[in-house]
């Protein structure tokens, strides 16, 4: 996304407040964005924050009032590698698909020569009014993108469909759109992510602290590559980014492997990012175990399967599968005795040594070994960079050269 034009289109509704995350998003990633606001959008956001967020003031009239400098529409249309309507009223929606050049934002829309991507944001029975419904069929049928609202509650607090999409999943639909998407187009990739947590009666168990962070961005960066990719986690509350990613939860170990020896035979890459617990209580209780009542003194544990050496143990040939390493000492050799024990291509290295590295951070610093040892020594990141990189590691991966 660096150095690329972004346009930035803002309308007049409750969710311009999150056009200010998308901006920042795109200007982190190196674009140039220029905000676009209609006279109404400024209600709700002020051009103050956009234009310091972009680093460019923020257009909004045909003309500058004292001075009588004209804004050209077509030169920005022209300028633009991509413009972006976020949020898109019902409003704004009507005047894109009938071309009522009112205001600035619709006329550089209209002059637009990059694709354009609108995200729509209102309530719920606006958005299914046949009108609007038309409307964002229109706009579909000139080749604008459209991306879809989610379901959820509305400024209206009534619950359904017309939240305008996170910006974070807008910005992804953005960096897929200029990167290059295709190298996993037409691949499966299953991943593991999260803890497993193992029960030991109806409201304890034993797990650990992964969050799920990584293989979350993982899965969105595969999917920003073009492939299909399943995640199979156990217990976390984060989501992936894009829309597109298909999470399959489960609870403990034995869950996981069994949802994961479903899809394993056709997945090009398999990644193993789940922390799984080693261990599992030999016996669930079906009732909670009782203070008083019990003297419970030892927990009788059994080992679970290992998932990452199981399904490696089978992998037919052209299928890739990369396993995850969190180490505290000796971290290099137990990564590399990990990667040959499981019969993996890859090991992602991360030290809990490393300040940022591991649990819950939103930051990783990784390396990445083949059998014949280190590919690449990553620097400090946030966790999507991180994933970015490694799916590149991935799929320029040569069993022959690395
Ligand atoms: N893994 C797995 N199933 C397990 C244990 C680990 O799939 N039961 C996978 C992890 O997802 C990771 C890799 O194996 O990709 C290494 O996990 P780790 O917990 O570091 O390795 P262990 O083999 O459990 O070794 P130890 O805990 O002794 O370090």
Same mark, same amino acid.
């Given at each position: ?10 309308? &007049?509704?409750i969710?311009?407040? *999150?056009?200010?995350?998308? =901006? ?17 959008? %400024? ?9 310091a967020?972009?680093? *460019? ?11 009588? $400098?004209?804004? +050209?529409?077509?030169?920005?249309? @022209? ?17 894109m ?7 600035? @934002? ?5 002059s637009?020569? =990059?694709?354009?991507f ?21 706009? %579909?049928?000139?080749g604008?993108?459209i ?5 959820g509650e509305?400024? +209206? ?7 305008? $999409? ?18 996993l ?16 009666d ?10 799920? %962070?990584?293989g979350?961005? @993982? ?7 073009? =492939? ?17 990613? *298909?999470? /399959?939860?489960?609870e ?22 789940? =922390? ?5 209580p030999?016996?669930?209780?079906s ?7 019990s003297?419970?003194?030892? #927990?009788? #544990? ?15 040939? &052209?299928?890739?599968?990369?396993g ?6 000796? $971290? ?5 005795? %990990? #990667?040959?024990?499981?019969? @993996?291509?890859? /090991? ?22 083949? +059998?014949? &040892? #280190? ?6 990141? +946030? *966790? ?6 490694? /799916?590149?590691?991935?799929?320029a ?6």
């Open positions: 996304m660096k150095g690329k034009h972004i346009v930035l289109g803002i309308t &007049g509704g969710a311009a407040y *999150k056009a200010a995350t998308l =901006a920042r998003l795109f200007v982190k990633a190196g674009a140039e964005v220029q905000v676009v606001m209609t006279p109404a959008a %400024k209600e709700f956001i002020t051009p103050v924050t956009m234009s967020l972009t680093g *460019k003031p923020v257009v909004s009239e045909f003309f500058t009032a004292n001075t009588g $400098e004209w804004h +050209s529409h077509v030169d920005l249309g @022209l300028w633009a590698d991509a413009m972006v309507i976020a949020p898109a009223t019902a409003s704004s929606i009507a005047k698909a009938y071309g009522v050049a009112d205001n600035m @934002l619709i006329t550089t829309y209209l637009a020569k =990059a694709p354009v609108i995200a729509p944001a209102m309530d719920l029975d606006m958005m299914a009014h046949p009108s609007t419904v038309a409307n964002i069929e229109l706009l %579909k049928s000139y604008n993108h991306i879809e609202p989610a379901e509305l400024a +209206s607090h009534l619950v359904g469909k017309g939240r305008m $999409e996170e910006p974070e999943r807008i910005f992804d639909v953005l960096y897929r759109f200029f990167n290059d998407t295709d190298e187009a037409g691949k499966k990739v299953l991943i593991t992510a999260g803890p497993t947590h193992e029960a030991i109806p409201v304890r168990f034993i797990g650990n602290y992964s969050t799920g %962070k990584m979350f961005a @993982l899965a969105d960066a595969a999917v920003a590559r073009g =492939a299909e990719v399943t995640v199979v986690s156990g217990p976390v509350t984060v989501k992936p980014c894009h829309p597109a990613v *298909k999470v /399959i939860k489960v403990s170990a034995c869950e996981m492997l069994a949802e994961c020896e479903k899809r394993f035979d056709e997945a090009s890459v398999a990644i193993f990012s789940a =922390a799984v617990a080693d261990y599992a030999a016996h669930a209780e009732s909670k175990i009782k203070r008083e009542t003297d419970l003194h030892t #927990l009788e #544990l059994v080992k679970n399967p290992d998932i990452a050496a199981t399904l490696s143990g089978c992998k037919h040939p &052209g299928q890739l599968t990369v995850f390493a969190l180490e505290t000492d000796n $971290e290099t050799v137990n990564a590399r005795h %990990k #990667l040959e024990k499981k019969n @993996l291509d890859l /090991i992602v290295l991360n030290s809990l040594r490393d300040k940022g590295a591991g649990f819950g951070c939103d930051t990783n610093k990784v390396s990445v070994y083949s +059998s014949r &040892g #280190l590919i690449a020594d990553l620097p400090l990141k +946030s *966790k999507q960079d991180c994933a970015r990189d490694i /799916i590149s590691i991935i799929t991966y040569d069993p022959f050269t690395h």
